[in-house]
Structure formats: C-alpha cells, structure tokens
C-alpha cells in the first residue's frame, strides 16, 4: 500500500475554503484515494473517493492531477464543527480492499 | 439501524486484569475489523472477520489477545493480563463487501490501564 504524507495540522477561520494536500508518489495503476474524517472519541467517517480529476459530494471535492502523486481535499466554507482529523488513505477501491492503513492525519482547526 | 454499537464506551482496568470488548456490526454488513488507535495517531489495523471466520490477524496482536464473531454477528475482542501499553481506543467496523465508502465505524472503547 502507498504511503502518505500529509501536514500535521492546518488552521482556517469560519467561512474559508480548506484545502489539505496529501502525497502519495508509490501510489499503484489499481489504488483509490479515499478521505475519512475524525472527531473526538468517534471512529472515522468515510468523507470521498476518487481515482482520477474531479470528484464531488455534498461534504467536499477531491481533486487529483493526471500523474495521480497528490489529491487535494477541499473543504468549502467551513464551520466550526468541521474541527476534526483528516485521514488519506490509498490503497485498493471499494469492492477489492479489506483493510485500512491511516497515517498521522492532518489535525484541522477552524476558528471563529 | 442504528450504525456500528460498541460496549463499554470507557473501561478502566488494573494492569494484569482481563477486559472483553463487544462490537455490534450494521446487521447486513459480512465484514467486522479492528483497529486499536493511541493518542495523536491513525487507528492501527488488528483483525477482520468475513461473517464469522477470522480471516487475518495482525502482528500487533500478541497472544494476550483474541477476537471472535460467533455466528457472524456480534464480535467479542478479549485482552488477557492487561498492561500499561494496552491503553488505547479499540475501534470496531463493519463493511458489506470491500473496505471503500461501505467501512463504517462504531465510537470505540477507550481502555486505560491503571
């Protein structure tokens, strides 16, 4: 499985976009990027996925360039309650992969 | 449904005591993980399960431990002879199928070993 290298912590106020970048160079032809969000004593939240370009929900966007050694979270106009750990995780896609491996996370601080 | 239910939320223990730790998956969901996470880092894999054989155990997993899922619904894990360093958030997921968007997480168990 790929490795990841994210900032440790970012800090943003009410309203700003967030952008948090992770690399990951090893990444392989068959590996997803996936994105999973953590608050304090909860368990991780699965936030997006995505293989290549552009993806979108209702929470964030994920983009990735073509060589696909980076992927961008981006996170529109948050709020307070979007103070969190943000985990990039790459590795096999959904219906292929069993397991997951976190890195340290980028620790996300949104003030007023 | 309710998500991914862990019980007890909080145990604390004496060093050389046995805790077990209960996980209730989403009901249609085959795959049960565990994860054991520290402060300031990622949750760190232990165990899975498809439906009620466990199919992969990770070196983090000494002897002391064990994992079970009789009749591949609910899943028991049990630390024997706790230590200090056993002191951890132990986190329980379940999936239908792959590890992708359908990995759900309870809130876990947080052990402190005295």
């Known amino acids: 499985l790929a490795k990841t290298t994210q900032p440790i912590s970012m800090d943003s106020y009410e309203g700003q976009e967030v952008n948090i970048t992770c690399s990951h160079n090893n990444i392989a032809t068959n590996d997803y990027i996936t994105w999973y969000q953590q608050f304090p004593s909860q368990g991780p939240r699965f936030i997006i996925q995505?293989?290549?370009t552009k993806v979108t929900n209702e929470v964030a966007s994920l983009f990735i360039p073509a060589d696909r050694k980076s992927s961008t979270l981006s996170l529109p106009r948050v709020s307070l309650s979007d103070t969190a750990v943000y985990y990039c995780l790459v590795g096999l896609g959904m219906d292929s992969s069993y397991k997951l491996i976190f890195g340290s996370g980028t620790r996300l601080l949104v003030r007023p | 449904d309710t998500g991914v239910s862990q019980n007890p939320r909080h145990k604390i223990t004496k060093r050389g005591q046995n805790v077990t730790f209960r996980c209730d998956p989403i009901s249609e969901h085959n795959r049960l993980y565990w994860y054991r996470q520290t402060l300031g880092q990622g949750p760190e894999f232990l165990t899975y399960f498809q439906n009620e054989a466990q199919l992969e155990k990770s070196r983090l997993l000494s002897d002391r431990f064990s994992a079970e899922r009789p009749k591949g619904s609910f899943s028991t894990l049990e630390i024997q002879r706790t230590e200090q360093g056993d002191s951890a958030m132990y986190l329980c997921?379940?999936?239908?199928?792959?590890?992708?968007?359908?990995?759900?997480f309870g809130s876990g168990t947080r052990l402190t070993v005295v």
């Open positions: 995505g293989y290549k």
């Open positions: 997921a379940s999936s239908l199928g792959g590890a992708g968007r359908g990995y759900t």
